[in-house]
């Protein structure tokens, strides 16, 4: 009896997946120590990066905390300055326009007025005597100027100005600021004598403003003046003693109108305007404004020469029969260095030339064999894959073509300045030539040597596209590095 | 299939998403767990034991790396070993696939009685199945492991190998064919050797 394919299959499968499907092989203990250790590493790695993006988080909300507020203290000052300086305008044309000047009052009110603002600009706290001196002297001085009979009814007895109520020290607080609120309506001041007949005087402000309601301020004979009173930088009163002679009733016209308080305005006007200097920015962009990209007309010849240090990418490429590891560069100048030479001419910026490029590189590396080494070091153990070493060096010679583009830039700090960006493509000059193509650049200074003849020099970098392969698992991207120094010489017209 | 059955459920769960937290003593637990059954399959998959190794290393780090995708980790013996299958199957595609297949002269349409193979099984031991399936050659080796070994279906297999369907139909035959001879002259001679 003959089984079907299925039946054959059928019991193939049973069989291999009850052998081979539980089937465990333990590892090796070096592949078991190189997955761990490359496990741990792994788990290094994601720290270190974690950290790097924490830091570089931080570091990039510092910097648009920076950002954002720089240009909003900017609006804020540029759109404040004008305001201030508007304000600080007013200021001046007020004073200017005001009908009593310092230069204008009476000695003694005057005196008192500059006394009052000194203090008021220096410190708050005016001392209780010393605007008590200044009130009992402005008092005095009205007294002499006063006419005969009122002297002679006032005189007799002495005056005093009562406080409606209150310590002395709150009316230093409230004075000023019931004055501040009224203005050219006097404000009446009843006079008190021993007969209790009661006189009023004027006290007299400057403030245009309708005032309210002011209660009436008593003097009483026999007591002190008030300090708060004649205190205040606002107001200053002068004795009139007109309106005392045309009042019938012994009115007392006490002190002179007061003084604008102006100078709380010119304070902050002036701390302001030592933070108004802003135009730097703009000096700056101004500069910058002045860095030009020079057009290039006629023609140039270019003689170009590049000492070149040769760097490598290695690409490990699998191979199931052999391993490749510790790849090494060679560090040794003359196993990486080149260089390149190229001939060429240049119009309206655009360089075209020929290029010879002389390379070598040098790497060494291991075919991993199946031999280990444990290392001891402070109680932890390495195992190490012993290798079989092996170099690879190769010399390459190369002819092309380049095409670049360069960009002359004139800046007022930095001089003349050059920019490059080509391509070259270029075949080995070998049995097997082999095709390149590289995409360099450069930048630099230009140094005028003599009438059409400029040096550029600067750093060079070149990028290769293609990889080489010098053995079955190893592919290498060859990268250079060099300074640049050309020659560029303007083709005479005729 | 009872490959990777887990016997602890909860433990096993929490274990991946310890790995899925980057968790070093989780992951060498998971290691220590599947080491052994995934170098099994490595050795399967290989030519050579140094190939398995470097399957192993890769795969491994592979399963590491992708297992934050991991939705359902109470699959993860399943999971496991398929990312690792798969692995060995890019390793395959990459490396091997471009050598040249060695056309085996030992095609022949065998026709077999019933207690032959039956017989034939019951001789051999693990190692030399393993062993002989190695010896195919890699397209057969390939096809033989994902059908009758992991399960695969020709259409998986024809997926996973860039093959058709019917590719991977013809060399399960020829490999079939293949391995039983070869098993049968090994077990001859295993059953000689006892």
């Keep these: 009896m003959k089984n079907s394919n299925h039946e054959l299959n059928k019991a193939l499968r049973k069989f291999l997946q009850h052998s081979l499907g539980n089937h465990a092989v333990a590892p090796k203990p070096a592949v078991d120590a190189a997955i761990l250790k490359a496990l741990q590493q792994k788990q290094l790695d994601q720290e270190r990066s974690k950290q790097r993006r924490k830091r570089i988080g931080t570091a990039g909300l510092a910097l648009l905390l920076v950002l954002f507020i720089l240009p909003l203290t900017w609006t804020v000052m540029q759109r404040s300055t004008p305001f201030l300086n508007q304000e600080n305008t007013i200021t001046r044309k007020v004073i200017e326009r005001s009908p009593v000047r310092p230069e204008a009052m009476p000695n003694s009110s005057r005196s008192l007025s500059e006394q009052n603002v000194s203090s008021s600009s220096n410190d708050n706290t005016l001392t209780a005597s010393r605007s008590a001196r200044h009130a009992k002297r402005s008092v005095a001085q009205t007294l002499e100027k006063l006419p005969e009979i009122v002297t002679a009814k006032v005189s007799a007895k002495p005056y005093s100005i009562a406080v409606p109520a209150g310590k002395s020290g709150q009316n230093e607080r409230s004075a000023p600021e019931r004055f501040a609120s009224s203005h050219n309506q006097p404000q009446k001041i009843r006079v008190i004598n021993n007969r209790s007949t009661y006189q009023t005087a004027t006290l007299v402000t400057n403030k245009q403003s309708t005032p309210p309601v002011a209660p009436p301020v008593v003097i009483n004979q026999g007591s002190s003046l008030p300090v708060a009173y004649v205190s205040s930088a606002e107001e200053t009163l002068v004795g009139t003693t007109d309106s005392l002679l045309s009042d019938p009733v012994e009115e007392l016209t006490l002190l002179n109108p007061i003084v604008l308080p102006t100078l709380t305005h010119l304070q902050i006007a002036s701390t302001f305007r030592t933070i108004q200097p802003l135009s730097r920015p703009y000096q700056a962009k101004s500069r910058r404004q002045r860095t030009v990209i020079e ?49 060429g001419a240049e119009k309206k910026g655009f360089q075209v030339m020929l290029s010879y490029t002389q390379l070598q590189m040098r790497s060494t590396y291991a075919y991993s064999t199946d031999r280990y080494v444990v290392e001891e070091n402070k109680n932890q153990y390495s195992i190490k894959r012993l290798g079989t070493p092996a170099t690879t060096a190769l010399s390459i010679q190369l002819a092309g073509v380049v095409v670049r583009k360069q960009l002359v830039i004139n800046n007022p700090v930095l001089g003349r300045l050059f920019a490059n960006v080509g391509l070259e493509y270029a075949r080995s ?30 750093p060079y970098v070149d990028y290769s596209f293609n990889k080489l392969q010098p053995v079955e698992q190893l592919q290498i991207r060859p990268y250079q590095a060099g300074l640049s120094f050309s020659i560029r010489l303007k083709q005479p017209t005729h | 299939m009872k490959l990777f059955r887990s016997k602890q459920a ?33 050795l399967r998959y290989a030519r050579t034991e ?97 059908y009758f070994v992991d399960g695969y279906s020709h259409a998986e297999i024809a997926q996973l190998l860039g093959i058709s369907e019917g590719t991977s139909r013809s060399q399960l035959l020829r490999g079939r064919n293949l391995l039983i001879k070869k098993l049968d002259l090994k077990g001859v001679k295993q059953h000689e050797k006892f």
């Excluded at chain 2, 220590?32 to 099994?40: N, Q, S, T």
């Excluded at chain 2, 470097?54 to 359902?72: A, H, M, P, S």
């Excluded at chain 2, 199957?89 to 065998?110: A, F, H, M, P, R």
């Design chain 2, 50 to 146: 140094a190939e398995a190794e470097d399957i192993f290393q890769e795969g491994i780090l592979k399963i590491f790396d992708r297992i934050g995708d991991l939705k359902k980790p109470e699959s993860v013996d399943s999971w496991v070993k398929t990312v690792m299958i798969r692995y060995a199957i890019d390793y395959y595609n990459q490396v091997t696939k471009g050598q040249k297949q060695l056309i085996s002269t030992d095609y022949i349409e065998t026709e077999w009685e019933s207690d032959d193979y039956q017989n034939l099984f019951s001789k051999l031991h693990t190692e030399v199945l393993l062993e002989t399936i190695n010896e195919l050659p890699e397209g057969y080796r390939m096809v033989i492991n994902l």
């Design chain 1, 429 to 458: 000059l070998e049995s097997a030539p082999q095709q390149f193509l590289f995409a360099s650049a450069s930048v630099g200074k230009l140094i005028e040597l003599a009438q059409g003849t400029t040096l550029c020099i600067g």
């Design chain 1, 295 to 343: 057009e290039t007309n006629g023609l140039h010849w270019l003689l170009n020469v590049v000492p070149l240090t040769t760097r490598q990418r290695v690409i490990l490429l699998p191979n199931s029969e052999a391993r490749v590891q510790d790849v090494r560069f060679s560090s040794q100048l003359n196993q990486s260095a080149g260089y390149k030479l190229t001939v």
């Design chain 2, 10 to 42: 909860n433990s096993l769960t929490e274990l991946v998403k310890a790995c899925q937290k980057q968790d070093h003593q989780a992951q060498v637990q998971l290691y220590e767990r599947y080491k052994g059954r995934l170098m099994g399959i490595c």
